[in-house]
């Protein structure tokens, strides 16, 4: 079992930039593919950002170029770095962790994008 726990979000301008946090409930090192994902209002859950325990990662088009996702494998956070924030960024981020078949995920955190 692993328990896993966002944190960073909060109310920024647009153009302006946050830094999220995940803490897992043990060394990523121990880890598979970690992720974040985001769920607007409405909106079914998407996939924003994966990185592979080699360091590989992949983004979502609508924020390549402007999202960073990076991982601790020493130690137990991994951080997304969000920057040129738009008003459709708005949503409740969750940060995910696999090992083989098995999955799980953070109760997410909020970013709102607004003037």
């Known amino acids: 079992q692993v328990q896993l726990v966002e944190s960073g979000g909060d109310l920024v301008q647009p153009g302006g930039s946050l830094r999220l946090s995940c803490e897992a409930s043990?060394?990523?090192?121990?880890?598979?593919?970690m992720a974040w994902y985001r769920q607007a209002p409405g909106k079914q859950r998407e996939l924003v950002a994966v990185?592979?325990?080699?360091?590989?990662?992949n983004y979502a088009s609508s924020v390549k170029g402007r999202f960073t996702i990076s991982r601790d494998n020493a130690g137990n956070t991994m951080s997304l770095q969000m920057n040129s924030l738009k008003p459709e960024d708005t949503a409740v981020y969750y940060c995910?962790?696999?090992?083989?078949?098995?999955?799980?995920w953070g109760e997410g955190t909020q970013v709102t994008v607004s003037s």
């Open positions: 043990r060394m990523l090192v121990s880890l598979g593919n």
């Open positions: 990185i592979s325990p080699a360091g590989t990662t």
């Open positions: 995910n962790a696999e090992l083989g078949h098995m999955s799980w």
